[in-house]
């Protein structure tokens, strides 16, 4: 059976059971882009791994020649984010390890800061591009949309997603949280774009490394609560990741997704308290 039939499937048998007009709504816009990212992975994805095994791709980027300490750091970051899925609330150490690992590579390598990936010094190059800029803005509406839509549809989201920051924010105080989001942004940028997302792109087709690393950067905020809420909260984290991918993606510049990661954060951030 192809995986994505399984996936698909799989989710409608999960989404049997929630009975309400709201968990439906929300349902169909979750299968839609499931189904349609499935087929993405089944011909760009699968179809290299039916060559050999389901380990085709380790291979694939054992035999590119990753250096040692790119193939620790990375299977570090990919097996602490996939213990989120059993509820440990370890997967935040993965930003710590991936932006430690990115200056000791940088550093090691002696490579420069255009090539790492983090070039202060190219933004204003990168923002002359206009298009770039839709791309910047972008996360504004993917984080204004969820929010004032479950305040009419799903109201538990807003105390889902404020319980799930309130160990990394601190909401009564502006300055401190100002700081706290370009720290927290900054560094996840660092660690899963100009890292991570830099590293297996080099050893497979791009759209494959962006949908990888979203998978396992939104795995890596997966909170306990209801599974629709869990479902709505964690679909946009996705879609907010992948925008900041293909940021990545055209700069090459981990500065110009900050910027973007940052400017959705304060905006989702201040309408959550805003509505709450």
């Known amino acids: 059976m192809r995986v994505s039939v399984f996936v698909v499937m799989s989710t409608r048998t999960i989404l049997i059971f929630i009975g309400t007009k709201t968990g439906w709504l929300i349902a169909n816009l979750f299968l839609f882009v499931a189904e ?16 050999k095994s389901c380990l085709y791709f380790w291979r694939l980027i054992i035999m590119k020649k990753l250096t040692p300490l790119q193939l620790i750091a990375i299977t570090l970051m ?17 930003v ?21 990936g983090f070039d202060i010094k190219l933004v204003s190059r990168n923002l002359q591009d ?26 538990q ?70 599974p629709i809420v869990v479902m709505y909260d964690i679909f946009f984290i996705f879609i907010d990741s992948i925008i900041f991918g293909i940021i990545f993606l055209k700069t090459k510049n981990a ?9 959705g954060n304060i905006t989702g951030v201040m309408l959550l308290l805003f509505l709450r």
């Not at 349609?36 to 060559?51: A, Q």
């Not at 932006?99 to 090539?115: L, N, P, Y």
């Open 78 to 94: 990919v097996a602490i984010s996939l213990t989120q899925l059993f509820g440990l609330g370890i997967a935040g150490v993965t």
């Open 130 to 155: 206009k298009k770039i800029w839709v791309w910047i803005v972008l996360p504004v509406l993917t984080n204004i949309i969820p929010v004032l839509f479950a305040k009419r549809m799903l109201p």
């Open 157 to 226: 989201y807003i105390e889902h997603v404020l319980n799930r920051t309130a160990g990394m924010l601190t909401f009564s105080n502006i300055l401190l949280l100002a700081l706290q989001l370009i720290i927290l942004a900054l560094g996840e940028e660092i660690a899963w774009r100009a890292f991570f997302q830099n590293q297996i792109m080099k050893h497979m087709p791009s759209i494959a490394a962006i949908l990888i690393t979203s998978a396992l950067f939104s795995i890596g905020h997966i909170a306990s609560g209801s």
């Open 36 to 51: 349609t990212l499935c087929g993405i992975i089944n011909k760009i994805v699968l179809r290299s791994i039916r060559k």
């Open 255 to 263: 500065w110009c997704s900050f910027f973007a990661h940052l400017l």
């Open 96 to 116: 710590l390890l991936g932006v430690v690992f990115f200056f000791i590579d940088k550093t090691t390598r002696k490579v420069s800061d255009a090539e790492s």
